[in-house]
């Protein structure tokens, strides 16, 4: 995208500046105070180059520029304290902006930074056998988006899966199935009949000790690839993905590859004889760990005295394997901060092993949701299930849409994009190191910082077009977009591509969601001061193209953050 409003500052100031282009480019901020400019320069960090307070800074270089105003498409400078303060020309920004964007549609703001670049994304990654809950809901929508974003960016994305579906657990499942089980068992919604295994496992495990030894027993078998235990395995496994594949398609998961734990059960050798050969490893109390105390990390535990391999295992051999096939350029891990320890332990362990790319792995962490007054967390015993989230969300949806506009067509369709809309976003929009405390209020407020809202946005403008009913054309007097509030509105889409890079740079979707909900505020502003549609032609037509720029972004951004652009709601 091209950057020509921060272009220009720079080809402006270098001269004026004892600084590089970039770092001008670098150093340019919005101003504090909207009226004093819409962007400005501060002098602080000239201060030591320059030996001179800032505000006498920023007075030499408005002195040193002034007779080059107008330049390009900057209008007007003047100081306020330490800050040079810049206009921008309303016409030259509607020019190169509007046209641009008109021209370019869904791919403005798309780049070619990641061309020819692999990104692995883990994401979502339940733990099958049990119902899809509410604690990997913030994997799988964060990791879509980041998934969107970056694809967006260029990069070519893979999004993995890596499903708990190894460990003893199966070795109990197995055992309560074939004590429990009964042929009528997967009849009606599998998934619960498999938790309820589960469940009964524990329950007569209270007074049988000998249950907890038969599992044992039972996931060694798995292990070495005993034909009944995997056979009975298989059938945890399809149910489990079955109901878990039709939840990505509601909630547009990314999702590229099935590789869970078990995937990497004959993968596990290779990757700890590494570990001998580069001698990390050592015995302890019977265990084999990679001692990373000095790092203060602790001990990292790959093999259990009985021998069994442990989760950490399998995610060594997982970041082996997925180096060597897809030659990531970055791998993101989008997990729960809980699990940050076991996340350092693992890129410590590869920066040991003598690999270089540790730093190209990150784990884009975040913090708990709260539904009301329960925790989404299978230990806290309160689960709360996805697929009842969804329910109520569309349930929900359905009322207030019912209420607005009792004509709309295909209610139902347009409830279950609204009330998924409402449950991502307001997953998306906390950033990720916040906790979420869910309120069904909060989610779907048609007049707050939510997904409807911005649906609604949207929507707005589609049936603006619909009214018009004419064609968009972007031949238009470009000079007659000089409300403040169309300034505002263009100045808010000239940032979308920047904003779009941010949310890169620090994997945080609440980044779009914040720009979304601004040029929807900005928006809102306009209509409340302004007419599109008049018996002014040319005034109208300036108007509509304007109006389908932000359309372009609205629908773009939303997208990006798994949320239908709704045409009519
Ligand atoms: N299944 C794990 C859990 O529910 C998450 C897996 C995350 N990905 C990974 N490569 N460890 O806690």
Redesign the pocket.
């Known amino acids: 995208m091209n950057d020509f409003i921060l272009d220009d500052i720079g080809a402006l100031l270098k001269d004026a500046v004892d600084a590089s282009e970039d770092v001008i480019k670098r150093n340019i901020e919005l101003p504090k105070v909207k009226e004093h400019g819409d962007f400005a320069f501060p002098a602080f960090f000239l201060a030591k180059i320059m030996r001179m307070p800032p505000p006498k800074i920023a007075q030499e270089i408005l002195s040193k520029i002034e007779d080059l105003l107008p330049f390009g498409s900057i209008e007007s400078a003047e100081v306020a304290g330490p800050y040079l303060n810049l206009k921008i020309s309303p016409q030259i920004l509607s020019k190169k902006l509007l046209a641009e964007i008109f021209d370019q549609g869904q791919k403005f703001s798309s780049s070619d930074e990641g061309r020819g670049r692999n990104l692995t994304i ?2 979502s ?3 099958i056998a049990k119902p899809f809950h509410v ?2 809901l913030r ?1 799988t929508v964060v990791g879509s988006c980041l998934y969107r974003l970056f694809e967006k960016l260029g990069y070519n994305c893979i999004g ?1 899966n ?3 579906d190894w460990g003893t657990q199966f070795g109990k499942l197995i055992v309560a199935y074939k004590k429990f089980g009964t042929e009528k068992l997967f009849e009606k919604e599998p998934i619960f009949a498999l938790l309820d295994l589960y469940i009964r496992f524990h329950k007569e495990a209270k007074d049988d000790s000998s249950l907890e030894d038969q599992a044992r027993g039972e996931f060694k078998k798995l292990e070495r690839g005993d034909p009944e235990a995997t056979e009975i395995w298989k059938t945890f496994y399809q149910y489990s993905l079955e109901e878990y594949k039709r939840i990505y398609g509601i909630l547009n998961a990314t999702i590229d590859e099935y590789t ?2 078990s995937f990497y059960n004959d993968k596990m050798e290779d990757a700890l004889k590494l570990l001998e050969q580069k001698r990390l490893t050592q015995i302890s109390q019977d265990a084999l760990i990679v001692d990373l105390e000095e790092y203060g990390l602790g001990a990292a535990l790959l093999k259990k005295s009985d021998e069994a391999t442990l ?1 950490l295992t ?2 060594l051999a ?2 082996l394997y997925r180096k060597e096939t897809f030659d990531f350029a970055k791998m993101l ?4 901060s ?2 940050a320890l ?2 350092k332990q ?1 890129f410590k362990i590869v920066e040991l092993l003598g690999f270089n790319w540790h730093e190209s792995c990150h784990h884009v962490e975040f913090g708990w949701i709260k539904f009301g007054k329960e925790m989404m967390s299978t230990r806290e015993g309160n689960i709360v299930f996805l697929n009842d989230v969804i329910n109520r969300a569309k349930e929900l949806a359905k009322e207030i849409i019912l209420e607005k506009n009792p004509d709309i067509e295909d209610v139902d369709k347009a409830a279950l994009y609204i009330g998924v809309g409402a449950v991502i976003y307001a997953d998306l929009a906390v950033r990720r190191n916040h906790d979420i405390n869910f309120s069904w209020e909060d989610a779907l407020n048609f007049d707050g910082n939510t997904g409807p809202y911005l649906q609604y946005t949207h929507a707005r403008l589609a049936s603006l077009e619909r009214k018009f009913g004419k064609e968009i054309i972007s031949d238009i007097d470009f000079s007659l977009l000089k409300e403040p509030e169309e300034k505002q509105l263009m100045l808010t889409l000239y940032r979308f591509p920047q904003k779009l890079k941010l949310a890169a740079e620090e994997y945080e979707p609440a980044v779009i969601c914040g720009y979304l909900y601004e040029l929807s505020q900005n928006l809102n502003s306009f209509y409340q001061k302004h007419r599109v549609i008049t018996d002014d032609t040319t005034l109208t037509n300036a108007r509509m193209l304007l109006m389908r720029c932000v359309r372009i972004v609205m629908s773009e951004g939303l997208k990006i953050l798994g949320l239908e652009p709704m045409e009519r709601m």
């Open positions: 883990d994401l990654s339940p733990n604690g990997h994997s993995i890596h499903l708990g869970g734990e989760y399998r995610d997982a970041i891990y989008v997990v729960g809980a699990q076991h996340f693992l």
